[in-house]
C-alpha cells in the first residue's frame, strides 16, 4: 500500500527565506506527483505536477524535483513571502485515472 | 480549462438529516470521479471511486449505506450523506479524472457541519 510522508509537519520562516519541503514514497512504481497548495478552509490549488518520467518542474519561484528511485519529491521555494503561508500537500497517483495518495502536509508560515 | 463545480459550498445540517453534494464538470467529461474526506488538521483520504454509470467502490471503512454516490452521467456525480451524524463533519472534495489529459480537476470542497 502507498504510503506518502511529509517532512517537517509545520515550518515558520522570516519573509525572503528560501525553503525545501520534503515528501517521501514508499512504492517508487508512481504515475505521476503532484505539490497542491491548500489555504485554511479552502479546497486544493495545484502547483506542480511531475510525470514519472521527469526529473522536475518549474514555475515562478516554484520548483519540484522528483527522484522516483528513492522515492523522494521536493518542493523549493525561493524568496518566501507571507502569501505564501498555507498547507502544501504533496500526493501520488500509481496509474493514469486512478486516486491520488496524499501526504499528511507541511503547515508553512512565513512572517512578514 | 477543466473546471469542477461543486456545491455546496458550506452546508450545517441537522443531526439525522441527509446532504447531498454535487459536482459538476462544465467543460469535459469526467469518466471517472474520485471522493476524498479531510478531517481537521489531517490530510485528505479516498473515500471512493465512482465510473459513469457503474457502481461506486468504496475504501475500507467507508460505509457505501451512509455515503450514496451516483455517478449517472459523464458530467454529473453526487454524495448524499444519509442519516449524518456530528462525526461526519468533515471536508469533502471531489476530483475528475477525464479524456481531455493526464491531469486531475478537483472540486472546491464542501465544508459540512452536523449539529
Given at each position: 500500500k502507498q504510503e506518502v510522508t511529509q517532512i517537517p509537519a509545520a515550518l515558520s520562516v522570516p519573509?525572503?527565506?528560501?525553503?525545501?519541503?520534503?515528501?517521501?514514497?514508499?512504492?517508487s512504481a508512481i504515475y505521476n506527483l503532484q505539490w497542491f497548495r491548500q489555504d485554511p478552509g479552502k479546497g486544493?490549488?495545484?502547483?506542480?505536477?511531475?510525470?514519472?518520467?521527469?526529473?522536475?518542474?518549474?514555475?515562478?519561484?516554484?520548483?519540484?524535483?522528483?527522484?522516483?528511485?528513492?522515492?523522494?519529491?521536493?518542493l523549493y521555494i525561493a524568496a518566501s513571502q507571507?502569501?505564501?503561508s498555507a498547507t502544501y500537500l504533496c500526493a501520488v497517483t500509481l496509474d493514469?485515472?486512478?486516486?491520488?495518495?496524499?501526504?499528511?502536509?507541511?503547515?508553512?508560515?512565513?512572517?512578514p | 480549462g477543466a473546471v469542477v463545480s461543486q456545491h455546496p459550498?458550506?452546508?450545517?445540517?441537522?443531526?439525522?438529516?441527509?446532504?447531498?453534494?454535487?459536482?459538476?464538470?462544465?467543460?469535459?467529461?469526467?469518466?471517472?470521479m474520485f471522493w476524498y474526506r479531510q478531517f481537521p488538521k489531517q490530510s485528505l483520504m479516498l473515500m471512493a471511486t465512482s465510473n459513469e454509470g457503474s457502481k461506486a467502490t468504496y475504501e475500507q471503512g467507508v460505509e457505501k449505506d451512509k455515503f450514496l454516490i451516483n455517478h449517472a452521467s459523464?458530467?454529473?456525480?453526487?454524495?448524499?450523506?444519509?442519516?449524518?451524524?456530528?462525526?461526519?463533519?468533515?471536508?469533502?472534495?471531489?476530483?475528475?479524472?477525464?479524456?481531455?489529459?493526464?491531469?486531475?480537476t478537483f472540486g472546491s470542497g464542501t465544508r459540512l457541519t452536523v449539529v
Open positions: 519573509e525572503g527565506e528560501n525553503l525545501v519541503l520534503n515528501c517521501s514514497f514508499t512504492d486544493l490549488t495545484s502547483l506542480l505536477l511531475i510525470q514519472s518520467s521527469q526529473r522536475e518542474q518549474t514555475s515562478g519561484r516554484l520548483n519540484a524535483s522528483l527522484d522516483k528511485s528513492s522515492g523522494r519529491s521536493t507571507p502569501g505564501d493514469y485515472g486512478q486516486n491520488f495518495v496524499f501526504g499528511p502536509g507541511t503547515r508553512l508560515s512565513v512572517l | 459550498s458550506r452546508v450545517i445540517c441537522k443531526s439525522g438529516t441527509s446532504v447531498k453534494i454535487e459536482c459538476r464538470s462544465l467543460d469535459f467529461q469526467a469518466t471517472t459523464l458530467t454529473l456525480s453526487t454524495l448524499t450523506v444519509t442519516s449524518a451524524h456530528p462525526e461526519d463533519s468533515s471536508f469533502y472534495i471531489c476530483s475528475a479524472h477525464g479524456t481531455f489529459n493526464y491531469g486531475y
